[in-house]
């Protein structure tokens, strides 16, 4: 026979083994572990270099599935705690808006045109660890913000689902259940992946937006072919209060009640980086993307305002007021119970299913407003595991803290309003008083006094709304103890880290290093970064060669570590030399000591192919201390705690830097 024989079965290649199944689950659930989490493809992602983005009317409806979505439930709320008085109230709701919010944001728009929104420009205000702690708290108001926003949307979505005619019984008395599956399928779509957020958001917002115009212009219609309404309205209402002054008076006590009608713009500057702006734009200056947010955040602030005010009129006029009631028809679905009475069981159901579908994508923009938010800020202060940079397990610990507080609520939206509301309002408020410091800094005096009192009503709308719903600031109070306890845990575990992002050496450093280590390993001195007199630094080399046993003849090089901010976490390291006094010094600028210097030397190995050598003096001091102090200020005992972060570092014994210490 001829030809290419066949090889012998024995030689065949044997498949490639699969991996464990516990590998390919973790591989799954930390797919995309990086800083990509930060640019997830969702409502709040930032778009990679190579996207385009969008008009800023199509980004509007990001964020418009979570501010025109509050439709649903708003002006039934807004009917409980204002009685008669609804409209009034939503008018006074309506100039915070304009006068106050829009402002505020539209400042914020151009201190923060990266999508970081205020807590960035706070951040930036408050230096060393009382900013690191001010954001972490700030965190837990965003936290709340966003988590009952995945609740209450979905709450509201399943009351939507329970009321309509057309559900069978079985699923009457389910809102508890049915709400668990709609966070339980949005947690599904955010592990699968979330793709073309903005084509979905356009469809839904223009739908819902020109549904509820169809329902109003009929409720108006109504109004004013029965004009008596309006007058049995008017004359309740003078019976409850004196006189049209005491109406204003209570109407201005208890607008904070309406707060959450606000809800949608710290997610419209979260937006931002979708927004196409000019040709002309750059990272430190995009004009246009500012510009055209601006546009977004007006455009929508007027068209919600004008729903605001004729929802909550007609509601207010056409709707008994004992079915805004716990168990009433219109409870948490007041234009859906308006929809169904007037336009006939059909569209009323069409109407509830939009109403469903953008309540429940809301809870999908606040989801992908935290997986944004906790990736750019805990990982970086090492207040968090690096895994949380990856979607998936956030996804699932969200979806865990979605379930609980659903249960914890029993799936009620009227007492999730008030948690909703605080962590609006504290938002509201730190934008506003970022924005008083930002103008004041620059000189603005008059500006600055116009934001200082919106600064001023936020408070008060905060504390009032605090005193009459005090549960809001106790779920706050709970995430904020929750991300303090889980930050410093971290911080503590993660303390024995490199912590160096890169290392770079300057000319005269990498001249140095060369020279030194033509002569073999390097042998480096470590000292107090401070200027030392000739005589000072060749008493230490000479106790360093006596105590540590320095090879006589061999070259050393000073190393000194300046701390500038002891509360950075990760930091990129430039060495710089130089020579003075008599010898020759590498000198860097780090966040902590002993962790810098073991980066140091991990980038020397690199350079130069052998393990270097590093040699320190003992620190008088109880452990404790020491340990406490590397902890805050980053310095402590610095020898063994280098050594420590080598160890981690560098499991290989025979390849790891060497410290030395007399």
């Known amino acids: 026979m001829t030809g290419t024989q066949m090889e012998p079965p024995d030689t065949v290649a044997a498949p490639p083994a699969r991996e464990p199944a516990a590998l390919r689950w973790r591989a799954w659930l930390l797919d995309g572990l990086s800083e990509r989490s930060a640019r997830h493809p969702g409502p709040h992602g930032t778009p990679p270099q190579e996207h385009k983005g969008h008009s800023w009317w199509r980004v509007m409806c990001l964020t418009g599935v979570d501010y025109f979505s509050t439709l649903g439930y708003q002006p039934g709320i807004a009917a409980l705690a204002a009685g008669l008085l609804s409209p009034m109230a939503t008018l006074v709701l309506i100039a915070l808006t304009l006068l106050g919010a829009l402002p505020v944001y539209r400042r914020v728009a151009k201190e923060s045109p990266n999508g970081e929104g205020s807590i960035a420009m706070l951040e930036r205000l408050l230096p060393w660890w009382a900013g690191k702690i001010f954001v972490l708290v700030l965190l837990g108001f965003a936290a709340t913000d966003f988590m009952i926003t995945i609740t209450l949307s979905a709450a509201d979505a399943s009351a939507h689902v329970v009321e309509n005619p057309f559900a069978p019984d079985w699923l009457h008395g389910s809102n508890l259940w049915i709400t668990l599956a709609l966070v339980a399928a949005l947690g599904a779509v955010f592990l699968k992946g979330f793709k073309e957020a903005i084509g979905v958001a356009v469809v839904l917002v223009a739908v819902y ?108 006029i056409l709707i008994p007021e004992a079915e805004f009631k716990t168990g009433g028809d219109a409870n948490g679905r007041a234009l859906a119970y308006l929809a169904h009475q007037h336009l006939g069981e059909a569209f009323g159901t069409v109407y509830d299913v939009s109403t469903i579908a953008i309540l429940w994508f809301a809870g999908a923009s606040a989801t992908a407003g935290l997986l944004n938010l906790v990736p750019r800020y805990l990982p970086r202060y090492g207040m968090a595991p690096e895994w949380t940079r990856a979607v998936r397990p956030l996804v699932l610990i969200f979806v865990a803290i979605a379930f609980f507080i659903t249960w914890w609520f029993d799936a009620d939206v009227d007492a999730q309003s008030g948690a909703y509301a605080t ?52 779920i706050a109070l709970l995430f904020i103890l929750a991300i303090l306890l889980s930050s410093f845990a971290s911080r503590v575990h993660r303390a024995f880290e490199l912590r160096a992002t890169e290392v770079t050496f300057d000319e005269a450093a990498s001249r140095f290093i060369d020279e030194a280590a033509a002569s073999g390993p390097l042998r480096l001195i470590a000292n107090e970064p401070q200027e030392h007199s000739t005589r000072e630094y060749r008493a230490k080399e000479y106790s360093q060669r006596e ?93 063994p705690v280098t050594r420590e972060v080598l160890r981690r570092a560098e499991p290989d014994l025979k390849r790891r830097p060497r410290v030395h210490v007399g």
């Open 209 to 316: 937006l020109t549904l509820n115009l169809v329902v109003l212009a009929t409720a108006v219609g109504k109004i004013a072919t029965e004009p008596v309404v309006v007058n049995d309205w008017w004359h309740a209402m003078s019976a409850e209060h004196s006189s049209p002054l005491a109406m204003v008076g209570v109407a201005l006590l208890v607008f904070p009640k309406l707060a959450l009608g606000m809800s949608g713009f710290e997610t419209g500057v979260a937006v931002m980086p979708q927004i196409t702006g000019d040709a002309s734009d750059t990272h430190a200056k995009p004009l246009g993307r500012i510009r055209d947010t601006r546009k977004l955040l007006t455009t929508a602030a007027l068209v919600m305002s004008g729903f605001l005010l004729v929802s909550s009129l007609a509601t207010t």
């Open 423 to 474: 962590g609006v309002l504290v938002l509201m408020l730190s934008a506003s008083f970022a924005s008083t410091v930002a103008v004041l800094h620059r000189g603005k005096r008059a500006a600055a006094l116009g934001f200082g009192t919106i600064t001023a009503v936020f408070a008060y709308t905060l504390v009032t709304n605090v005193i009459e719903r005090p549960d809001g600031l106790k």
């Open 547 to 639: 105590e540590t046993h320095i090879p006589d003849g061999r070259p050393v090089l000073f190393l000194e570590v300046f701390v500038q901010n002891s509360s950075d976490f990760t930091t990129e390291l430039t060495v710089h030399g130089d020579e003075k006094h008599g010898v020759r010094r590498l000198r860097v600028e780090g966040a902590v000591v002993p962790n810098t210097i073991a980066a140091v030397m991990m980038k020397l190995r690199e350079r130069t192919g052998e393990v270097p050598h590093a040699y320190f003096n003992w620190t008088e001091g109880h452990p404790l201390s020491h340990l406490l102090r590397f902890l805050v200020f980053g310095d402590g005992e610095v020898a």
